[in-house]
């Protein structure tokens, strides 16, 4: 009776189905990004065309084509500005994105997001301290990343220590203890910009607050940032397996051979790290680490090794988009990016919530 | 063969297992039965390692499990346990799949072979029909099933049950253990139903107060003048045709 695999089909079937939509979603969306790098380089205060995008980056890549059809300020603005940005942005919404996907997975709550650690409110105090009153000077051009960078590390070091107890760290201690220390540092943050009496400064604080991508160059932070998100999105999606298999409870995950205690601890660290940078880049920019996982479930299923890359993809492409309303809705003045997510992503949790709702019914 | 000697646990100060023994021999169905808040669960937890024992150890097939790393232990250990994990957005064939998970390396990818697997557990359980469902649309009965599929899907050598009979109706909780008794694996199974206890379980431990109460053959634990001031509930035994059924009556209580 067992040998008649009729049943055998459904199962394969199942799986290379949605392996097929995973590959499918996968080439759009590389191409996707290619697109949206090319349009969003192009677009801004001077508009340039996709066409003079296309042979500018590819001159510069790969010597093709040799012949200069553009001018110097063109190629300037592309090359020395707008790609390190756009760039930028694709790394931190992948960033944000995987992130938000193993977070959700380790706490096993839907409205879990990468700032749910507080590691961002380290981030802002350190930045603070540095804007408001120099801390961090002896980092040069660096000051204001690495400030925020290790304020990010203070907190979660403190966020691990307060969750860790007996060599285990549960998800509601995680939860618990990242929101008292988010809290604890908003506060210090607060209290610096009340502190320092610079109206100026507190600007900056605030804009800071709300994320931009302005401080993109080509410099050590771009390569700093492109090596450790694209390590723990591969790390991600290597440990997809038992990530789905922590993500339906740690006793099954312990049943399954995963040790939970040990993986969630791991997953801390590398998530930390990857946090710590993104926001030490380009500040803190909400509701794209909470949104982008569900959208990515909801185009390819719930398995993590296809999650990760798929949310990775789509963060990129969603926060460049973001970036460029930022820049050209009241350009020439620049909008801090994470009113335009927040703007983005609020409707969408409405209806997330709301489909949530139809379906607990 | 799984064997336990001298385990202990406690929740704060209160011992809720007190130097029990186990042994779970090959081929055959431990119960473990006792009343609510006896210690069931909690002596199948530290049977496949969830929990470590303070005193004693628990060996499987002569290997002591701490020495084993966690996929070790679970290509040699399947356990179905109650946590449900009912808000996954996962197919009910990725559930199964997950089981094989041991069994793959980190860079390996579920093949042909595993799904194969996972598709003769499925039918095993009468849940092939459900392959391409959401796990959080099945009813308690058919999530149940499937969670025996994954467990089936380990190919472990032992399988451990935590009331797999639970949200079960009556044709389910008959064909799961029947199920659980053909394999011919070593089991062990935690039951409320001493009825369903009698009928498919070869071995019986029967704990109250944290400790062992009574153990051996189903046959002489289910015996009503062991039973009745375990349970507190008057307890008469009939053999019908050569099976074993308990009648409880509250009044006649000893």
């Given at each position: 009776m067992f040998g008649n695999n009729h049943q055998g089909v459904a199962v394969a079937e199942v799986y290379v189905a949605q392996r097929r939509r995973t590959t499918l979603w996968v080439v759009g969306l590389v191409a996707g990004v290619v697109a949206t790098g090319v349009i969003a380089v192009g677009t801004g205060a001077i508009g340039i065309g996709p066409g003079t995008v296309a042979r500018i980056l590819g001159h510069q890549l790969?010597?093709?084509?040799?012949?200069v059809t553009w001018t110097p300020p063109q190629e300037a603005i592309v090359w020395q500005v707008r790609l390190p940005r756009v760039l930028l942005g694709m790394l931190v919404g992948a960033g944000l994105a995987v992130c938000g996907v193993a977070l959700q997975a380790m706490v096993?709550?839907?409205?879990?997001?990468?700032?749910l650690l507080g590691i961002n409110s380290g981030a802002s105090s350190g930045a603070a301290a540095a804007i408001l009153f120099g801390a961090g000077a002896g980092f040069g051009q660096y000051a204001l990343s690495a400030s925020a960078f290790l304020g990010a590390l203070a907190a979660s070091l403190l966020v691990f220590l307060v969750a860790r107890s007996g060599g285990r760290v549960t998800s509601m201690r995680l939860l618990l203890s990242g929101v008292a220390v988010g809290y604890a540092l908003y506060a210090l943050t607060s209290f610096l910009i009340f502190a320092s009496g610079s109206a100026e400064g507190s600007r900056s604080v605030m804009f800071w607050l709300l994320g931009s991508?302005?401080?993109?160059?080509?410099d050590a932070l771009l390569a700093v940032a492109a090596l450790v998100i694209g390590g723990t999105a591969a790390y991600l999606t290597v440990s997809g397996r038992r990530l789905d298999a922590l993500a339906v409870g740690d006793e099954t995950a312990h049943t399954l051979g995963v040790s939970p205690d040990r993986f969630r601890m791991r997953l801390l660290v590398v998530v930390s790290l990857c946090v710590g940078v993104l926001v030490s880049a380009a500040g803190s920019i909400g509701f794209v680490g909470l949104v982008v996982p569900h959208l990515a479930r909801r185009v390819v299923g719930a398995t993590h090794a296809r999650v990760v890359p798929v949310a990775a993809l789509l963060g990129a492409i969603l926060l460049v988009w973001a970036d460029v309303v930022a820049r050209v809705l009241l350009a020439p003045q620049e909008i801090p990016i994470g009113i335009i997510t927040a703007l983005l992503g609020a409707p969408f949790l409405l209806i997330l919530i709301r489909r949530l709702h139809a379906t607990g019914a | 063969m799984i064997s336990a000697s001298a385990l202990s646990w406690r929740y704060g100060a209160d011992p809720v297992i007190d130097g029990v023994d186990v042994v779970a021999r090959p081929g055959r169905v431990l119960g473990l039965i006792g009343p609510n808040g006896s210690g069931k669960t909690t002596l199948l937890r530290l049977l496949y390692g969830a929990l470590r024992s303070p005193t004693g150890q628990v060996t499987v097939d002569g290997v002591?499990?701490?020495?084993?790393?966690p996929r070790e232990t679970a290509r040699r250990i399947a356990v179905v346990v109650q946590e449900s994990g009912g808000e996954t957005a996962m197919t009910v064939a990725e559930m199964v799949l997950l089981g094989r998970g041991p069994h793959l390396s980190t860079f390996q990818r579920a093949g042909a072979a595993d799904h194969e697997i996972a598709a003769e557990c499925l039918e095993r359980v009468g849940a092939a029909h459900l392959a391409g469902r959401a796990f959080a649309g099945l009813s308690g009965g058919e999530r149940q099933r499937v969670l025996i599929a994954r467990a089936l899907a380990q190919q472990a050598t032992h399988l451990l049950l935590d009331e797999p009979t639970n949200h079960l109706d009556i044709r389910y909780q008959h064909e799961i253990l029947h199920l659980v008794r053909e394999l011919g694996t070593c089991s062990v199974v935690v039951l409320h139903d001493l009825n369903l206890a009698a009928r498919y379980c070869d071995d019986l431990v029967l704990l109250g107060g944290g400790d062992v109460v009574a153990a051996g053959p189903a046959g002489e634990v289910l015996d009503p003048a062991i039973l009745e001031p375990v349970y507190g509930i008057g307890i008469r035994r009939l053999d019908l045709d050569g099976t074993l059924h308990l009648l409880f009556d509250l009044e006649a209580r000893v």
């Open positions: 790969l010597g093709f084509p040799s012949e096993r709550n839907v409205l879990a997001d990468p700032y991508l302005g401080l993109a160059r080509w | 002591a499990v701490p020495e084993l790393s």
